[in-house]
Nanobody, 122 residues
Framework: QVQLVESGGGLVQAGDSLRLSCTVSKRSAYRYAVAWFRQAPGKERELVAGIGWNNTMYYSDSGKDRFTISRDNAKNTVDLHMNVLKPEDTAVYFC????????????????WGQGTQVTVDS
Protein backbone atom coordinates (compact mmCIF):
# COMPACT_ATOMS: atom_id res chain seq x y z
CA GLN A 1 0.00 0.00 0.00
CA VAL A 2 1.21 3.46 -0.91
CA GLN A 3 0.17 6.46 1.13
CA LEU A 4 0.56 10.00 -0.10
CA VAL A 5 0.46 13.17 1.99
CA GLU A 6 0.46 16.64 0.45
CA SER A 7 1.66 19.78 2.17
CA GLY A 8 2.44 23.38 1.33
CA GLY A 9 -0.88 24.80 0.20
CA GLY A 10 -2.23 28.11 1.38
CA LEU A 11 -3.45 31.58 0.48
CA VAL A 12 -1.13 33.67 -1.69
CA GLN A 13 -1.31 36.77 -3.84
CA ALA A 14 -1.23 36.77 -7.62
CA GLY A 15 2.37 36.68 -8.82
CA ASP A 16 3.61 34.82 -5.74
CA SER A 17 5.33 31.46 -5.69
CA LEU A 18 4.43 28.36 -3.72
CA ARG A 19 5.96 24.93 -3.25
CA LEU A 20 3.79 21.89 -2.75
CA SER A 21 5.31 18.70 -1.42
CA CYS A 22 4.07 15.12 -1.68
CA THR A 23 5.52 12.56 0.71
CA VAL A 24 5.29 8.98 -0.50
CA SER A 25 5.23 6.40 2.28
CA LYS A 26 6.61 3.41 0.47
CA ARG A 27 10.07 1.88 0.75
CA SER A 28 10.33 1.50 -3.00
CA ALA A 29 8.88 4.90 -3.78
CA TYR A 30 11.44 5.40 -6.52
CA ARG A 31 9.56 2.83 -8.59
CA TYR A 32 6.50 5.02 -8.79
CA ALA A 33 5.50 7.82 -11.07
CA VAL A 34 3.99 10.72 -9.15
CA ALA A 35 1.71 13.31 -10.63
CA TRP A 36 0.08 16.48 -9.45
CA PHE A 37 -3.55 17.04 -10.34
CA ARG A 38 -5.80 19.90 -9.39
CA GLN A 39 -9.52 20.40 -9.12
CA ALA A 40 -11.22 23.76 -9.07
CA PRO A 41 -14.82 24.14 -7.87
CA GLY A 42 -17.24 22.84 -10.45
CA LYS A 43 -14.49 21.52 -12.70
CA GLU A 44 -12.99 18.15 -13.41
CA ARG A 45 -9.73 17.08 -11.88
CA GLU A 46 -6.91 17.86 -14.31
CA LEU A 47 -3.30 16.80 -14.61
CA VAL A 48 -0.80 19.59 -13.98
CA ALA A 49 2.56 17.80 -13.99
CA GLY A 50 4.07 14.37 -13.51
CA ILE A 51 7.43 12.73 -13.00
CA GLY A 52 8.25 9.13 -13.80
CA TRP A 53 10.45 6.66 -11.98
CA ASN A 54 13.30 7.60 -14.33
CA ASN A 55 12.72 11.35 -13.90
CA THR A 56 10.87 11.74 -17.17
CA MET A 57 8.71 14.80 -16.73
CA TYR A 58 5.42 15.93 -18.18
CA TYR A 59 3.67 19.28 -17.96
CA SER A 60 0.20 20.11 -19.12
CA ASP A 61 -0.51 23.42 -20.78
CA SER A 62 -1.65 24.74 -17.42
CA GLY A 63 1.65 23.79 -15.79
CA LYS A 64 4.37 24.38 -18.31
CA ASP A 65 6.53 27.53 -18.17
CA ARG A 66 5.44 28.37 -14.60
CA PHE A 67 5.57 25.07 -12.71
CA THR A 68 8.48 22.72 -12.05
CA ILE A 69 8.21 19.20 -10.72
CA SER A 70 11.09 17.42 -8.98
CA ARG A 71 11.67 14.37 -6.84
CA ASP A 72 14.04 13.47 -4.05
CA ASN A 73 14.21 9.70 -3.74
CA ALA A 74 16.27 9.92 -0.56
CA LYS A 75 13.38 11.74 1.12
CA ASN A 76 10.57 10.04 -0.83
CA THR A 77 9.17 13.41 -1.81
CA VAL A 78 7.93 14.96 -5.02
CA ASP A 79 7.68 18.73 -5.09
CA LEU A 80 5.74 21.06 -7.33
CA HIS A 81 7.23 24.52 -7.52
CA MET A 82 4.67 27.01 -8.77
CA ASN A 83 5.69 30.49 -9.89
CA VAL A 84 3.78 33.57 -11.02
CA LEU A 85 0.57 32.19 -9.58
CA LYS A 86 -2.71 33.38 -11.03
CA PRO A 87 -6.23 33.41 -9.58
CA GLU A 88 -7.14 30.65 -12.06
CA ASP A 89 -4.60 28.40 -10.32
CA THR A 90 -6.93 28.31 -7.32
CA ALA A 91 -7.85 24.67 -6.71
CA VAL A 92 -7.34 21.68 -4.48
CA TYR A 93 -4.07 20.07 -5.51
CA PHE A 94 -3.70 16.32 -5.27
CA CYS A 95 -0.70 14.10 -5.71
CA UNK A 96 -1.18 10.64 -7.13
CA UNK A 97 1.06 7.66 -7.76
CA UNK A 98 1.23 4.68 -10.05
CA UNK A 99 4.01 2.19 -10.82
CA UNK A 100 6.82 3.27 -13.08
CA UNK A 101 5.61 5.62 -15.84
CA UNK A 102 3.52 8.75 -16.09
CA UNK A 103 0.01 8.46 -17.39
CA UNK A 104 -2.39 11.26 -18.11
CA UNK A 105 -5.81 10.56 -16.63
CA UNK A 106 -7.12 10.16 -13.09
CA UNK A 107 -8.15 6.56 -13.72
CA UNK A 108 -4.54 5.65 -14.45
CA UNK A 109 -3.46 6.34 -10.87
CA UNK A 110 -3.87 3.86 -8.07
CA UNK A 111 -3.05 5.97 -5.05
CA TRP A 112 -4.12 9.45 -4.05
CA GLY A 113 -3.45 11.95 -1.32
CA GLN A 114 -6.17 13.93 0.45
CA GLY A 115 -5.33 17.16 -1.33
CA THR A 116 -4.13 20.59 -0.29
CA GLN A 117 -5.93 23.86 -0.99
CA VAL A 118 -4.21 26.57 -2.98
CA THR A 119 -5.97 29.91 -3.16
CA VAL A 120 -4.57 32.74 -5.24
CA ASP A 121 -6.03 36.15 -4.43
CA SER A 122 -6.05 38.83 -7.07
Amino acid sequence: QVQLVESGGGLVQAGDSLRLSCTVSKRSAYRYAVAWFRQAPGKERELVAGIGWNNTMYYSDSGKDRFTISRDNAKNTVDLHMNVLKPEDTAVYFCAARPWNIRYTTSDYDYWGQGTQVTVDS
